[in-house]
Nanobody
Framework: QVQLVESGGGLVQPGGSLRLSCAAS????????MGWYRQAPGKGRELVAL???????TYAESGKGRFAISRDNAKNTVALQMSSLKPEDTAVYYC???????????WGQGTQVTVSS
């Protein structure tokens, strides 16, 4: 079973940037879709960005123009570059991988992002 491990979270000032990384213990080429989700305190988990095996990306409205998702199948990593961060981006960010033929989903343990002055 593939494990996903996020890193790169931390405390950043409003307007700043962070790059989150998700490393898989195995090959990510089997994942048809990989993505980032986030969960703020007292709120449900929400989609941030998705990327398919073909490289097609989808972004939540909140992150369009500020966030960029990428995947490197050779390194088995998925990254989320975040810029112009706002306090409302504060949340635990989770990496996700989906294998559509089996409907299997994999989640990382999450990494905290706090945007505050």
């Amino acid at each position: 079973q593939v494990q996903l491990v996020e890193s790169g979270g931390g405390l950043v000032q409003p307007g700043g940037s962070l790059r989150l990384s998700c490393a898989a213990s195995g090959s990510i080429s089997s994942f048809d879709v990989m993505g980032w989700y986030r969960q703020a305190p007292g709120k449900g988990r929400e989609l941030v960005a998705l990327i398919t095996s073909g490289g097609t990306t989808t972004y939540a409205e909140s992150g369009k123009g500020r966030f960029a998702i990428s995947r490197d199948n050779a390194k088995n990593t998925v990254a989320l570059q975040m810029s112009s961060l706002k306090p409302e981006d504060t949340a635990v960010y989770y990496c996700n991988g989906v294998v559509t033929r089996s409907l299997a989903q994999y989640w990382g343990q999450g990494t905290q992002v706090t945007v505050s002055s």
